[in-house]
């Protein structure tokens, strides 16, 4: 009897150990290296596995039948095959993917945004999200090369609601929540593996944003193995680049390194002025400490110093007889300085543990320092004439005498000294004030931002059944940011008073108002010294996400909920004199509690067709950047503190056959109670003023197209579109503090509703070829169309204020009110790559074209001055200013790898 038993738990076991035996296998490898891709998502009928670090994947539990194979994996073309399944072990062998052309053909064309004035904040980060956003999805991969030269936003919402993730860690900036790409730049060859989620995609290791998400994955042991030289030769922002990058893979003693470093550099690019000097580093090391278990140590860091490119009116852009004059720099004794100078560092350090209890249940782990320092130049003047060259006053046009017009347009166009900065004049006029026993009249000053953050995350990923999966994970992150000012260059003087001159001129004879620092009063300041403000803001953040999935035959369904919990404050280290109680020292404490829901859904209405539909509920506390209204003088806060309200949802049409790829997207999404801090020179206050707009609403809605149309097995056509509706909604609040505190503040109605929202065009559309030829020959030409692209407004302009004393019916009414719309554009792009093997020897070499045509008078982006002339309600005083995308340029790469 116990013979028996015996023998049928033995065959129990066996049958059980058949039924999970590998039913299916198979390696992707690169169609070019021949290299394993790891991280690639294999879907075949309702089952959903990654490839490990070889490349591998295998599937078990299949039923026999036409089995449709669909392969996704950053940086490829998707590939899809149909797979007859007898029962029977099978081995797929070698599949290889082709790199999708645009990743193949390294373009650069990140770094065109970077040099933008206040490029730290939103320029650069959308250069640097299209290229992050990049990923199988044939309307992604597509838009985000070609759209973002005319700084394109994907459905027209700003970064801070794409998530991006370094091996998990979050690294949108927490004061403001946009991601920093420029943090990592110049790491291409070891940042290339992405999980990425568009929209509101599931995505199997986070919840991921509204935007979609971003999971950089740096590990060792998933790097290519190879050792690689390339350089890059470009007329845009630097003009040279060297790269260099060795990867051993995982290695038979169970260590893994990977080692990259570049420079990328050039004394001026396609911009007059502008320098460029960025070096980058990255070194990974994990260690397999068994089957189930490693660890990797990760350190990366991008230091750069580039000067700047400053936005203009159209009149400066015709006196100087180019659209791309810059006024941020000038000569120096027969050399070119900019005066806008963005130079940071900011390093991290990772360290992440890769767990699997069992068969189905991972377990990941992380812990992140990022420290550095991020620092910003610019000219700071005291009793001294402004030295901006296109100061209003200094143009043609604020002349009201005809002779002296012209007097000053023919010195615009004869004297570089008028133009552009004269910093030996500024030099002569300090030196002056030096014989007098004075301080400086002109300095240069460096606008720090300097943070330091700690990190942690856990992430669990249990395969309950077949058709069953929970995720969950928790992150902590505990942040400080301290802002304060140096003195950069004191331009040949001796020392800078650290005193307010406007709080001087507005309270005549006050000494103690005047002091930007009441426990040091009347400071004489020397260079890298601090001055004239000084505090730090405080984070501390708890996220816990769940989500499940359920996948079967027909399709797959998910739900998820997170929770965000945070507590931030500001701590003055200077006790300004207009706010001596409220500057000096620890704030009140602000506490907020959010959630998100999220869920969504795929169904497979017949072969190779697919509806998916995505639907999002989510509150937001506001980014510290606005909550405190004047934080370098003061802890005031909003008047309206409340969360931010996000309603979502999205609904795609897919079709995935070997010929044709396509996804039709609609979308709408609806935010309620959003704020906003500007501050700003007020001409009819005659003092710096801090404007806040609170309980902002808004909507998104559009659509969006993609598809790719295989005419030859080389030759494909692509067609990518989006159309967006984004629009305020409501006319939001406006309060207007006094930085100085001179006036109680002021609330007025601004009116705004059905107003385009701005930065972004609302049509873009894009039409090319694809070749990609069997000997590693890669062609793609795009011809791109934008359009509805409105320039960013100055709410003053749409008050009871900015209209007062006009009639009813007066045509100056709607002049004032109306919101600009910026030309439409068209540009043609081309690439090119080619590629020869030689053995385990590669050679490649990629050269792309944006703007074929030259088109030098397309503009990208602009603004409204936040300046208004109340009393004459005359525009051209203040009119908007623009930024231009290049015309023709071009990019180079040559590299080697074995």
């Known amino acids: 009897m116990k013979r028996f038993i015996l023998t049928l738990c033995l065959g129990f076991c066996l049958l059980s150990l058949k039924a999970q035996q590998i039913q299916l296998k198979g390696i992707l490898v690169d169609e070019t290296t021949q290299s394993p891709i790891a991280n690639a998502i294999i879907k075949i009928e309702d089952k959903t596995i990654s490839t490990d670090s070889e490349g591998f994947f295998s599937l078990s539990e299949l039923k026999p039948g036409r089995l449709g194979l669909w392969i996704e994996a950053t940086g490829y073309e998707p590939y899809s095959m149909v797979v007859i399944f007898t029962g029977e072990a099978m081995d797929l062998g070698k599949i290889s993917l082709r790199p999708f052309i645009l990743s193949a053909i390294d373009n650069g064309l990140a770094e065109i945004a970077l040099v933008a004035e206040g490029s730290d904040d939103e320029s650069e980060i959308q250069a640097g999200s299209a290229l992050l956003a990049a990923s199988s999805d044939i309307f992604s991969s597509i838009a985000a090369y070609t759209f973002s030269p005319m700084y394109f936003k994907t459905r027209g919402y700003d970064n801070e609601n794409i998530a991006v993730y370094m ?52 590990r060792p042991s998933l790097q290519r193995k190879q050792t690689k030289f390339s350089y890059s030769l470009s007329n845009r922002t630097y003009v040279h680049r060297l790269m260099f990058t060795y990867s051993t893979g995982m290695r038979p003693d169970g260590w893994a390194i990977s080692f990259s470093g570049s420079r990328r550099w050039g004394n001026e690019g396609y911009v007059e002025g502008i320098f460029y000097d960025a070096w980058a580093y990255f070194l990974g090391i994990e260690r397999k400490i068994n089957n189930n278990h490693s660890l990797a140590l990760t350190v990366y860091g991008s230091p750069t110093r580039r000067g700047q490119q400053g936005p203009a009116t159209q009149e400066a852009y015709d006196l100087s007889e180019t659209n791309f004059y810059n006024p941020y720099w000038g000569y120096q004794q027969g050399d070119k300085r900019n005066s806008r100078v963005k130079d940071f560092h900011e390093p991290m350090i990772l360290l992440n543990h890769y767990g699997k209890l069992s068969e189905n249940l991972q377990w990941n782990n992380g812990l992140a320092v990022s420290f550095g320092y991020n620092g910003g130049t610019a000219l700071n003047w005291y009793n001294a004439p402004d030295p901006r060259p296109d100061y209003y006053r200094y143009l043609p046009s604020y002349a009201t005498d005809e002779n002296i017009r012209k007097m000053v347009a023919d010195r615009w166009k004869s004297s570089e000294n008028v133009r552009q900065i004269n910093w030996d004049k500024l030099y002569q006029i300090n030196y002056l004030s030096n014989l007098e026993g004075k301080g400086a009249r002109y300095i240069v000053e460096n606008r720090r931002n300097d943070q330091l953050q700690f990190l942690i995350n856990s992430t669990l990923n249990y395969q309950i059944n077949q058709n069953i999966a929970l995720s969950g994970g928790a992150t902590y992150r505990n942040y400080r940011g301290s802002h304060f000012k140096l003195i950069e260059d004191l331009l040949g003087s001796n020392y800078w008073l650290d005193i307010d001159q406007f709080a001087e001129r507005d309270f005549t004879g006050d000494t103690i108002k005047a002091q930007n620092d009441l426990n040091n009063p009347n400071r004489k300041v020397s260079e890298d010294e601090k001055f004239g403000y000084n505090y730090c803001v405080y984070q501390q953040l708890l996220q816990a996400w769940v989500q499940t ?165 080389a030759l494909s056509l692509q067609a990518v579109a989006a159309w967006g509706n984004y629009r305020y909604t409501n006319r939001p609040l406006a309060t207007i503090c006094y930085d100085n505190g001179s006036k109680p503040d002021t609330t007025e109605r601004v009116y705004i509703k059905n107003f385009y929202v701005p930065g972004t065009p609302q049509t873009a559309a894009s039409l090319g070829l694809k070749y990609a030829g069997r000997r590693y020959l890669y062609i793609n030409l795009n011809a791109n169309y934008f359009d509805r ?110």
Request: charged letters at 20%; proline letters at 4%.
């Open 167 to 218: 091996n998990g860690l979050m690294v949108n900036d927490p004061e403001n929540g946009r991601p920093s790409w420029s943090e990592w730049g110049g790491l291409n060859d070891v940042t290339r593996n992405k999980e990425i989620s568009n929209g509101m995609q599931f995505s199997q290791n986070l919840l991921g944003s509204l935007g979609g998400s971003t999971n950089i994955i740096t």
């Open 549 to 713: 999935e359920f996948s079967y035959d027909a399709g797959n369904f998910y739900a998820g909920i997170a929770y965000t919990g945070q507590q931030f404050y500001r701590e003055g280290l200077m006790r300004n004199g207009r706010h001596p109680d409220n500057s000096f020292g620890d704030s009140q404490k602000y506490n907020f509690n959010d959630a998100t829901l999220k869920t969504g859904g795929t169904y497979q209405i017949f072969p190779r067709n697919f509806i998916q539909v995505n639907g999002m509920y989510m509150t937001r506390a506001p980014f510290i950047q606005n909550v405190f209204i004047s934080p370098r003088t003061r802890a005031d806060v909003l008047p309206q503190m409340v969360s931010e309200k996000i309603v979502s949802g999205e609904a795609s049409y897919l079709m995935r056959y070997p010929f044709l790829n396509l996804r039709f997207t609609v979308f709408h999404t609806i935010f309620d109670d959003q704020s906003e801090v500007n501050s700003f020179y007020h001409d009819d206050l005659k003092t710096y003023v801090n404007y806040v707009l609170t309980g902002i609403s808004k909507t998104h809605q559009g659509l969006e197209f993609g598809t790719e149309v295989k005419i030859t097995s």
């Open 789 to 898: 692209n409105y320039v960013d407004f100055n709410p003053e302009r749409r008050t009871s204020a900015a209209i007062a004393n006009l009639g009813p019916g007066d045509p100056l009414i709607t002049t004032i009110t109306q919101q600009e719309k910026l030309p439409d554009a068209f540009t043609l792009d081309a690439s090119i790559g080619k590629s020869w093997r030689w053995g385990e020897y590669f050679l490649n070499l990629n050269f792309s074209v944006s703007n074929i045509l030259d088109n030098k008078k397309v503009i990208t982006t602009g603004f409204e001055q936040m300046r208004f002339d109340f009393t004459n309600k005359d525009l051209a005083k203040f009119p908007p200013k623009y930024y231009y995308g290049y015309g023709r340029n071009f990019f180079l790469n040559l590299g080697f790898r074995f």
